[in-house]
């Protein structure tokens, strides 16, 4: 053991009495600063405080109302406050994903007994909210196996109160017919109608004669219509009654015909086919003013000059497989094409469509393959383009190319856009092989421009079916 040494014992007892009045500082600063001034308690005051749970009554209330009542029963958790409010509140929406819900990794066989035992939960929400005298907006059904009888019974019902909005109904089995009591909702705003037959006229169980001259949907602006077992002429005939119709989306119909689209408010139309389903022989656009935005897929519809004047204001247009703009379409922004570059004929039609766009700021292309006769020579493009297109060289933007196997044509005609277009901003490829091969940064028309690779395996250009896709910025970016 070290000898006693007092020097350093004195030493430590004035560093101790250093620390104490260190430490007395300390909690005098502590003092000080807690006492503070009035603006700095309010701003203390101010952040602890729940401004939310501040609002009136009224508006939070109207808050909950605004959310499904899955997610206000979450909301609700969140204090005693929000509780009442949420055992106040009544929804004005029926969901079949929340009656009875359904577990994961369910069998087949106990999935059907649950969806059949949803149209019951179904019917006895109707009946409650008729009793109660509370009003149902929305009836969302998609995953239910009702009998016609019972669909009859709850558009019925929702036809009485005229409040009705929103009706979806997708059918997992087809073959069954639609009842005449949708006619009757003349409030509706939106409807989804997914593997029906279209109601028979006349005829035992069938719509009277007389009742079709009177019914009209007149405040209906979104139409869906999938799987759907209707005529060429009830589709027409149906258009014909709702006048305020905005989007209009037609898919994978059972019968087949040449379809006229008359609609002078319509905004949007989508027309998608499978090889399963009737194609229709041929769309005609005859009266469509206020049309911005055309998908197709696979309906050839040639944009030429009858088509320009019966659609003044299109600035979107797709997918086309076998496309050729014939005429030329200022006004069009976003296209969507489906081509084949290894084959020469198209490589023109591909040329020639982005000469007939010169104001194009988004190009949206699916690369197919398919056999080449390139025989192992490059193509040069710029000699095709035959001078300079003007949509490269001004208004271009942005490019998503989707391409499964990349080929030496399909490479060049990549490099091709990053050396004419002048004002690219970005482009995306959803390939991830061929990012030591693209045109270096310096030699770009755009040098500044980012090429993102997408880790995916989309390589099929995809659209939004339903009739709300006129609300998205860009349809197909999925």
């Given at each position: 053991m070290a000898p006693f040494n007092p020097n350093n014992s004195r030493r430590k007892a004035t560093d101790t009495s250093s620390t104490a009045k260190r430490g007395v500082a300390k909690r005098n600063l502590r003092k000080r600063t807690r006492r503070g001034t009035r603006s700095s308690g309010l701003a203390d005051e101010s952040s602890s405080q729940d401004r939310l749970s501040a609002l009136p009554q009224d508006m939070l209330f109207y808050i909950l109302t605004l959310v499904s009542l899955h997610d206000a029963a979450r909301i609700a958790v969140l204090s005693?406050?929000?509780?009442?409010?949420?055992?106040?509140?009544?929804?004005?929406?029926?969901?079949?994903?929340?009656?009875?819900?359904?577990?994961?990794?369910?069998?087949?066989?106990?999935?059907?007994?649950?969806?059949?035992?949803?149209?019951?939960?179904?019917?006895?929400?109707?009946?409650d909210s008729y009793m109660r005298d509370r009003s149902i907006r929305r009836l969302i059904v998609k995953q239910t196996l009702p009998s016609s009888e019972v669909i009859s019974c709850w558009l019925n019902m929702l036809s009485l109160d005229a409040?009705?909005?929103?009706?979806?109904?997708?059918?997992?089995?087809p073959k069954l017919c639609l009842p005449h009591f949708i006619f009757n909702c003349s409030s509706l705003r939106t409807l989804s109608l997914s593997n029906f037959c279209w109601p028979r006229i006349g005829g035992q169980n069938g719509v009277p004669t007389s009742y079709i001259p009177s019914w009209t949907l007149p405040v209906l602006v979104e139409l869906t219509l999938r799987l759907m077992d209707m005529t060429v002429h009830n589709v027409m005939d149906?258009?014909?009654?709702?006048?305020?119709?905005?989007?209009?989306?037609?898919?994978?119909?059972?019968?087949?015909?040449?379809?006229?689209?008359?609609?002078?408010?319509?905004?949007?139309?989508?027309?998608?086919?499978?090889?399963?389903?009737?194609?229709?022989?041929?769309?005609?656009?005859?009266?469509?003013?206020?049309?911005?935005?055309?998908?197709?897929?696979?309906?050839?519809?040639?944009?030429?000059?009858?088509?320009?004047?019966a659609m003044p204001r299109l600035h979107t247009a797709g997918v086309f497989q076998k496309y050729g703009l014939?005429?030329?379409?200022?006004?069009?922004?976003?296209?969507?094409?489906?081509?084949?570059?290894?084959?020469?004929?198209?490589?023109?039609?591909?040329?020639?469509?982005?000469?007939?766009?010169?104001?194009?700021?988004?190009?949206?292309?699916?690369?197919?393959?398919?056999?080449?006769?390139?025989?192992?020579?490059?193509?040069?493009?710029?000699?095709?383009?035959?001078?300079?297109?003007?949509?490269?060289?001004?208004?271009?933007?942005?490019?998503?190319?989707?391409v499964q196997y990349m080929s030496r044509r399909k490479l060049e005609f990549v490099n091709f856009l990053l050396g004419a277009a002048k004002v690219l901003k970005s482009m995306l490829i959803c390939n991830n092989r061929m990012g030591g091969e693209l045109l270096h940064p310096e030699s770009r028309g755009s040098p500044g421009a980012q090429v993102v690779f997408l880790q995916n395996n989309k390589y099929t250009l995809e659209l939004n079916t339903s009739a709300s896709n006129y609300k998205l910025a860009d349809p197909f970016m999925l």
């Open positions: 005693t406050e929000w509780w009442h409010l949420f055992s106040e509140c009544q929804s004005d929406t029926i969901d079949d994903k929340y009656v009875c819900p359904e577990r994961p990794r369910l069998e087949t066989g106990l999935r059907c007994h649950l969806w059949e035992r949803r149209s019951h939960g179904i019917s006895g929400a109707l009946i409040v009705v909005e929103d009706i979806v109904l997708e059918m997992p089995c149906l258009l014909r009654r709702c006048p305020a119709l905005l989007s209009l989306s037609l898919c994978c119909p059972h019968r087949g015909g040449s379809l006229i689209i008359r609609c002078k408010n319509l905004l949007s139309l989508t027309i998608d086919s499978d090889n399963k389903s009737a194609n229709y022989n041929s769309v005609g656009v005859e009266e469509a003013p206020k049309l911005e935005r055309l998908l197709t897929r696979p309906p050839t519809l040639k944009l030429g000059v009858a088509a320009q004047g014939q005429v030329v379409w200022e006004q069009l922004r976003t296209v969507a094409l489906i081509t084949n570059l290894d084959d020469s004929s198209e490589v023109q039609q591909a040329i020639m469509s982005l000469h007939n766009m010169p104001n194009l700021e988004t190009l949206h292309m699916q690369m197919k393959n398919g056999p080449s006769d390139a025989k192992g020579k490059s193509t040069s493009f710029e000699k095709i383009a035959g001078g300079p297109i003007k949509c490269l060289e001004s208004s271009l933007k942005k490019v998503v190319l989707r």
